[in-house]
């Protein structure tokens, strides 16, 4: 079962979630695919066993060869190659490394060289399983590290899948292909609206969602009242709580020292397989 944990925006608590979530169920696996800022590592300080570097080919052109057709900007889906004035420019930021202009170029002018774009660590916590991804600083191809730190899921494994927050590429990439999304989002206007564009986000990838509100004691009734007419399973809500805080500018676990909440995650676990069980169910009295 793949869970990810995402939100529409940022510091809601999302990846204080997903950490708690799989070190309540013990033998999870762990896979931070916040590229650009991974933190899930300072709540679960995982032991770093293995690192690889991630790269993307480029394409570089041997200008001697080339006859400027053109070829290779028509197939480039990411407008990273074109003809510009009898010269091919690449533009390797935008480049995505499908190997499609290489693969049309009718001269053979083409060649690949790798562009280093970010590094993959992966270890072990207590019983968890650990994966995270680090995107260069400046670097902007986020997407690419993002499978190839997917690709590393354990078959037969619960996986908890850290999103990034928002709603473009990066979190699109994360969840597609999830059993469930958890949305983390707090009772306030601002929560409300993009929790809704999130909503709409895992709706358009067809992943099956429920929503945790963080904060439930404070804000506003917007959030209960949307979901409820969405729809939307409600999973947790979780109080503001000084020694959560606390908790969290230690870097520390809050189920390692608030026992109390275990009853929480417990309940969280439970509702996420209840809803999957009932999506499964339905899909197959619909095949019936
Ligand atoms: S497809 Fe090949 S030959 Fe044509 S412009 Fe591109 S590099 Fe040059
Ligand atoms: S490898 Fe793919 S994305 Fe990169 S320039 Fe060639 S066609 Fe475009």
Redesign the pocket.
């Known amino acids: 079962m793949v869970i990810a944990v995402a939100s529409g925006k940022g510091g809601t608590g999302k990846t204080t979630i997903a950490a708690n979530l799989a070190y309540f169920i013990r033998d999870a696996q762990v896979i931070d695919c916040d590229v650009e800022e991974p933190n899930a590592h300072l709540f679960l300080k995982p032991e770093i066993i293995k690192r690889e570097t991630m790269c993307?080919?480029?394409?570089v052109v041997d200008e001697s060869k080339c006859t400027h057709c053109g070829k290779?900007g028509e197939?480039?889906?990411?407008?990273?190659?074109f003809v510009i004035k009898n010269k091919v420019m690449?533009?390797?930021e935008?480049?995505?490394?499908?190997?499609?202009?290489?693969y049309?170029c009718p001269e053979k002018a083409?060649r690949?060289e790798k562009r280093e774009i970010g590094i993959i660590e992966s270890g072990t916590a207590g019983g968890l399983s650990f994966v995270h991804g680090i995107l260069n600083i400046g670097e902007p191809m986020s997407p690419p590290l993002i499978r190839r730190v997917k690709e590393l899921i354990e078959p037969g494994r619960t996986v908890i899948l850290d999103s990034p927050p928002g709603t473009s590429c990066p979190a699109v990439e994360t969840v597609k292909g999830a059993d469930f999304c958890v949305l983390v989002t707090e009772p306030t206007p601002f929560g409300l609206n993009d929790l809704n564009l999130a909503v709409e986000m895992v709706r358009k990838i067809r992943v099956p969602l429920g929503v945790v509100i963080n904060s439930c004691n404070i804000g506003d009734s917007g959030v209960n009242e949307y979901c409820k007419n969405e729809g939307i399973p409600v999973l947790m809500s979780f109080p503001w709580d000084r020694r959560i805080a606390e908790q969290y500018s230690m870097g520390t676990l809050m189920l390692k020292n608030l026992r109390e909440y275990i009853e929480h995650y417990a309940t969280l676990f439970d509702k996420i397989k209840a809803e999957l069980y009932s999506k499964n169910e339905t899909a197959h009295s619909h095949k019936r």
């Open positions: 993307l080919p480029i394409p290779c197939v480039c889906e990411f407008s990273a190659i690449v533009f390797p935008l480049c995505h490394g499908c190997g499609a202009c290489e049309f083409i690949e």
